[in-house]
Every structure is written in C-alpha cells, then in structure tokens.
C-alpha cells in the first residue's frame, strides 16, 4: 500500500513545463529511471521512478537517514547512512531483493577520501583532509603510480575549501573549485597531461555540484553568486568561462543523463522543500517529476 500512496502523490506534466509553457520535445529515455532522496516517511530514504515521475518504488527502509544515492551497477544503488551520532558510513543496496550491505573500501593512497575515477580509468581524483579547512586535492595516476598535488593551500587563491571536482568524459581534464573562502570558489582546469591548472571564470561562486557534457567543452553547475542570486544551474563553456543561466528561482544538485542530453535535478522554486526536476542541457523542458509537500531531491541516473 505504500508503494500505490507515493505513487498516487507524484505527478507528471505531459503537456506543460513547470514553467507553464509547452514542451518542445519529450523525453525518450525509457533505458533509464530516476534515484532519488525523499522524507515521504519521516526520515531521509532512497527511490526508484521512472523518468517521467511514475513507479515509483522505495527501495531503502530504516531508522537512519540515507542519501546522496549512486550507481554501482544495473542492480545495485550505493549511498551514505547517517545514524544518531551523525556517523557517516556507505551502503550499497540490491534493487531487488532490498538486501543492503556496507561498503568497505581501503582508499587508493593513505587518508584519501571522495575518490573518483577517470573515465579511462587511468587516474583517480581525490582530497586529503583533516578538516574543512585544510582540503587538497589530488590525482593519482596507476600507471606511474604516482600521486599528483592539483591545489595549494599555500597560494591562497588556491585554497580548496569546496573542491566539487569533476572529471571529462574523454579523460583529459577534470574541472574544480578553489579559492580564499566559501563564497568565492573559482572555477579551474586541471590538464592531465601537461600537469597544468588555469582558472576558467573570472570570479568566485559557492557551488553545489558541477558535471561535464559528452563534448568535453561545456559543464553543467551549481552556482551562488553571493548577494544578487540563489543556487541556479549554469551551461559554462570552458573556451571563455561565460555562463548562461538555465533556471531560476533556487536549483540544486544536477545530474547528467549518460548520453549527454537531459539534467536532473532539484527545485525550489514553488517555496517548497524541493521536488525533482528534468530539462534538457540548454534549459528547455523542464519538466516537474514530483509534487507533494516532503522533500524530493540528490537525483541521480540510474541505468537499466
């Protein structure tokens, strides 16, 4: 039975955007469904829907809030376990049969932490730290088997306090966030192969997320200009670091389709706790999967 509630409590717009205007083009992504986080029960749990906000299936069930959902694999959803004493641990879940198990992964190198691999997998991102104030990223390359420092605390333009790193679909570069303090984090460029850094916008943000498209070019983030905007998601090309503001009225988290051409992600924008959202990657379509008065966000593409 609570399965058919939270089914019956999400509803999907077919003939009009969230905005109130119509839809150019519908999305034609049946191979894959939408994981996503929702306090429907009380506490913070992990769904499944499909892409159009319907089926839609709780897939953990526990005391302790669980979010920031992940693929592992066609059956599988990785995420982190928050219990009472704020303890964080992650999980990985069978879709399926429900059955869960924690995740225990010695890091690449000694106290590395948020790996992330290329996608050639040749070289693993990843930050060192004790506490906020002392985050350095790093890569590690398993060919040479030697451990790369990107930022550095020292220059203090450099600092990484909210690193938000991301690599390219082509394995080449991986864009990050440093600089003096929280509210002015500049967006960078780390090149792989001449071990080079440049600095893609001309000002700093706070952020929230930021992911490569299929081209190698154009990136899709979370940003807060301080006093003038709240988090929006921006289309950012790295040639000139100019933005183009794709939402409006406090947008979170996106995540990228695997073919490039839809963002999921979380709004705002009704005053709300936050419900999921989709648009194409130039802002077109937006499309409201979700609607009640809980929270529905940290979206992500799960793969059939």
């Known amino acids: 039975m609570k399965k058919l509630f939270l089914a019956c409590t999400i509803s999907f717009f077919s003939i009009q955007t969230a905005l109130g205007q119509k839809i150019i083009e519908k999305p034609n992504i049946d191979s894959l469904k939408i994981a996503f986080v929702s306090y429907k029960t009380g506490t913070a749990e992990i769904y499944l829907m499909n892409t159009d906000g319907s089926d ?29 004493t704020k303890t964080m641990q992650k999980f990985k879940i069978d879709i399926v049969t429900k059955k869960e198990e924690p995740i225990i992964e010695p890091p690449t190198v000694e106290n590395a932490k948020w790996e992330v691999s290329s996608k050639n997998g040749r070289y693993i991102a ?38 938000g790193f991301s690599w390219s679909k082509n394995g080449k570069y991986m864009i990050f966030m ?7 984090q500049f967006i960078r460029l780390y090149d792989v192969e001449n071990n080079k850094v440049s600095v893609i916008t001309n000002r700093g943000y706070m952020n929230s997320g930021i992911q490569w498209l299929n ?9 807060k200009i301080r006093g003038k905007k709240p988090y929006e998601l921006y289309s950012i090309n790295i040639s000139d670091g100019e933005l183009v503001q794709l939402t409006e009225g406090i947008n979170l988290h996106p995540d990228v389709s695997p073919d490039g051409e839809w963002v999921v ?31 529905n966000g940290r979206c992500t593409w799960f793969k059939l």
């Open 56 to 84: 839609v299936e709780q897939i953990t069930s526990s005391k302790e809030d669980n979010s920031f959902p992940y693929q592992i694999d066609q059956r599988t959803i990785g995420f982190t376990r928050t219990d009472a």
């Open 265 to 295: 992600f979380e709004s705002q924008r009704h005053n709300n706790y936050g419900e999921a959202y989709i648009m194409k990657t130039d802002g077109s379509n937006q499309i409201r999967l979700t609607n009640n008065s809980d929270y």
């Open 178 to 184: 440093s600089g003096p303090d929280w509210f002015n």
């Open 126 to 163: 990843f930050v060192k730290s004790k506490d906020y104030s002392d985050r350095e990223l790093y890569i590690y390359d398993t060919h040479s088997q030697k451990e790369i420092k990107v930022s550095d605390k020292t220059k203090e333009e450099y600092k990484a306090l909210s690193v």
């Open 215 to 223: 081209d190698n070019k154009t990136l899709i983030a979370n940003l």
